[in-house]
């Protein structure tokens, strides 16, 4: 395959999310959605693919000609259609989280090698060139050592949006650590290195529901850095998440497509454009940018028969670090987050 080859994709799940990758794919250069479950031809049509085939989720995944699929369907079924595809030979782009236990997350690393095949997360929020910047500098040296990082996601949602799908209301699927503030746990994880151990609370403050909708942890690094996360869908009117890095030469803090502070003395702070939106208090207001840039990383990897980026490997670390935070909080222990392979 070359780097100008088509890629023929299959959407499973053509729900709210299913439509942001259906329209997202419009600007991947080479892409052609052929094949969807869910939804409907005529949402499929509005997202600029009028000759996609409405099939069952199997059968887009065993659809001869599909390349790829995107796996947008609810959080508990995200790794056994993620391994149904590798088993196929299908690459497969997982929608957060990858998987919602450790055993499966590891069961996508092990048929992802096994398979040849790329799995990745969706982790948009890794591309942003504000997320990007911030970690070359780490890596580099330039922003010293980490010593304190913390995130809030701080949203909110009202009983609409559970009723709506209510696997959303669903543990550990739906809660607001696991279905909200994901991204910013995989880029704490992604920034800071992967985690030793936390400590964790969990209550359900805002909803009538079995998920939590509200958490608060304390993580070790590898590193002896320490963190703090801290998520709620029940802080109205909902604020832009953000997560800060002190570091043994400042402090940065990075907001929603944007740096929200820079006090590092002698370190150019990095400029960028229009940041992206925030999903702060309407889900559907993230936009596409970081869905373009994810898929143009997929695409890469399997043109290039390299390791995507965020391959399941790497996704494998957050699912440990989410895992870990929930076992605390049902625990009431400090819990060891496993390096796993």
Do not use: N
């Given at each position: 395959m070359t780097a100008t080859s088509d890629i023929k994709v299959g959407v499973i799940g053509l729900g709210s999310i299913g439509t942001t990758h259906a329209k997202a794919?419009?600007?991947?250069?080479?892409?052609?959605?052929?094949?969807?479950?869910?939804?409907?031809?005529e949402t499929m049509a509005e997202c600029g693919w009028p000759d996609a085939a409405r099939l069952s989720p199997t059968d887009v995944i065993a659809h001869p000609d599909v390349d790829v699929v995107a796996i947008c369907t609810p959080s508990?079924?995200?790794?056994?259609?993620?391994?149904?595809?590798?088993?196929?030979?299908?690459?497969?782009?997982?929608?957060?989280?990858?998987?919602?236990?450790?055993?499966?997350?590891?069961?996508?690393?092990?048929?992802?090698?096994?398979?040849?095949?790329?799995i990745a997360m969706v982790a948009q929020r890794r591309f942003e060139p504000e997320a990007a910047a911030i970690k070359a500098l780490l890596d580099d040296g330039s922003?010293?050592?980490?010593?304190?990082?913390?995130?809030?996601?701080?949203?909110?949602?009202?009983?609409?949006?559970?009723?709506?799908?209510?696997?959303?209301?669903?543990?550990?699927?739906?809660?607001?650590?696991?279905n909200q503030g994901v991204h910013n746990v995989d880029l704490l994880q992604w920034l800071c290195g992967p985690a030793d151990e936390v400590t964790a609370q969990s209550a359900t403050l805002a909803h009538d529901m079995e998920a939590e909708d509200t958490t608060v942890s304390t993580v070790r690094f590898a590193s002896g850095a320490l963190g703090t996360i801290s998520t709620t869908t029940g802080a109205p009117p909902g604020t832009p998440a953000t997560l800060t890095l002190h570091?043994?030469?400042?402090?940065?803090?990075?907001g929603q497509g944007e740096i929200t502070r820079w006090d590092v003395p002698g370190v150019t702070r990095p400029e960028f454009g229009d940041g992206v939106t925030s999903g702060a208090s309407d889900p559907a207001a993230i936009g596409l940018v970081g869905h373009v840039s994810m898929w143009q990383e997929?695409?890469?990897?399997?043109?290039?028969?390299?390791?995507?980026?965020?391959?399941?490997?790497e996704a494998a670390h957050t699912v440990r670090l989410?895992?870990?935070?929930?076992?605390?909080?049902?625990?009431?222990?400090?819990?060891?987050?496993?390096?796993g392979s």
């Open positions: 794919l419009r600007s991947v250069p080479g892409a052609h959605v052929i094949a969807f479950s869910g939804g409907s031809p508990d079924s995200h790794a056994a259609l993620a391994l149904q595809a590798a088993q196929a030979g299908r690459h497969a782009l997982v929608e957060k989280p990858i998987a919602l236990s450790t055993q499966d997350a590891d069961a996508l690393v092990q048929a992802q090698d096994t398979h040849g095949v790329v922003l010293g050592r980490v010593r304190v990082a913390s995130t809030q996601v701080h949203w909110t949602r009202d009983d609409a949006y559970y009723a709506a799908a209510p696997w959303r209301a669903a543990h550990p699927g739906g809660g607001s650590l696991m570091t043994s030469l400042g402090t940065v803090e990075l997929v695409f890469s990897a399997i043109r290039d028969r390299r390791p995507c980026t965020v391959d399941a490997h989410l895992c870990g935070i929930y076992d605390a909080a049902e625990s009431g222990r400090r819990v060891t987050v496993g390096a």
